[in-house]
């Protein structure tokens, strides 16, 4: 089966400029997940949506970040206006069911904020 | 809130060594747990996963992981490691009941595996 797909792979932009990523899930995967990776960290998690409704963004900086995922398939996850802190990799992840182990990563899109 | 402690940022390992990388959590009750390996430029490839039953979980790669409840930990371990081992490893959790169906899963800083020739 054809895996996450995530684009662009890297992005730079000057701060205070805005960006977007965007995430294919795997086909059939209800459940979809952004994170954000800072150097030299694990991986922490920005929103959750099921289908196309937000289960859980309480860590998403709202001021800045937004995500949607309107037909409940693909998202975009927008930064306006991107700060130097946010210079990391963005990664996307989905899943059938938890229990499954089915989370599947994307490769991630490395974003670096000059 | 669950919390994942790596303790080793890096770890240096002879090829054909063993290896053991700890992961320690908080949590009141006992959560879903994984590894994950990390490929530089590469995005999260899961190892194993632990959610009931048998202790000693095996994975990929010749990976194995043992829960220890007493402890809060699922350190894992290889008995021989090979230089293509040579990765970032990251301990994750997840609660089983999150509120609202939240599942996101919860990530140690990650251990970084050096391996020497």
């Known amino acids: 089966e054809a895996g996450v797909a995530q684009s662009p792979r890297y992005k730079i932009i000057e701060k205070r400029q805005s960006v977007a990523f965007w995430c294919n899930p795997i086909?059939?995967?209800?459940?979809l997940y952004w994170y954000q990776q800072i150097l030299g960290q694990g991986p922490k998690l920005l929103i959750q949506?099921?289908?196309?409704?937000?289960?859980?963004d309480s860590q998403l900086p709202k001021d800045r970040f937004s995500a949607e995922r309107l037909k409940g398939v693909d998202s975009t996850l927008k930064i306006q206006p991107a700060k130097l802190e946010d210079s990391a990799v963005y990664l996307c992840?989905?899943?059938?069911?938890?229990?499954?182990?089915?989370?599947?990563f994307g490769s991630g899109t490395r974003l670096t904020v000059v | 809130a669950q919390s994942v402690t790596q303790p080793d940022i890096h770890i240096t390992v002879s090829e054909g060594a063993s290896l053991e990388l700890r992961c320690n959590y908080s949590?009141?009750?006992?959560?879903?747990l994984f590894w994950y390996v990390q490929s530089p430029g590469q995005g999260l490839q899961l190892l194993l996963k632990?959610?009931?039953?048998?202790?000693l979980v095996q994975g990929i790669k010749g990976f194995e992981a043992e829960f220890k409840r007493s402890q809060s930990s699922f350190n894992l371990r290889k008995p021989s490691v090979h230089w293509s081992d040579a990765a970032e490893y990251f301990c994750?959790?997840?609660?089983?009941?999150?509120?609202?169906?939240?599942?996101?899963?919860?990530f140690g800083k990650g251990t970084h595996l050096i391996i020497q020739p």
């Open positions: 949590y009141g009750a006992t959560p879903y």
């Open positions: 949506f099921q289908n196309n409704g937000v289960v859980d």
């Open positions: 632990y959610f009931s039953g048998d202790t």
């Open positions: 086909s059939g995967h209800a459940t």
């Open positions: 992840a989905s899943s059938a069911d938890r229990r499954s182990g089915g989370y599947t």
């Open positions: 994750a959790v997840v609660t089983p009941d999150g509120w609202g169906g939240a599942d996101g899963l919860t």
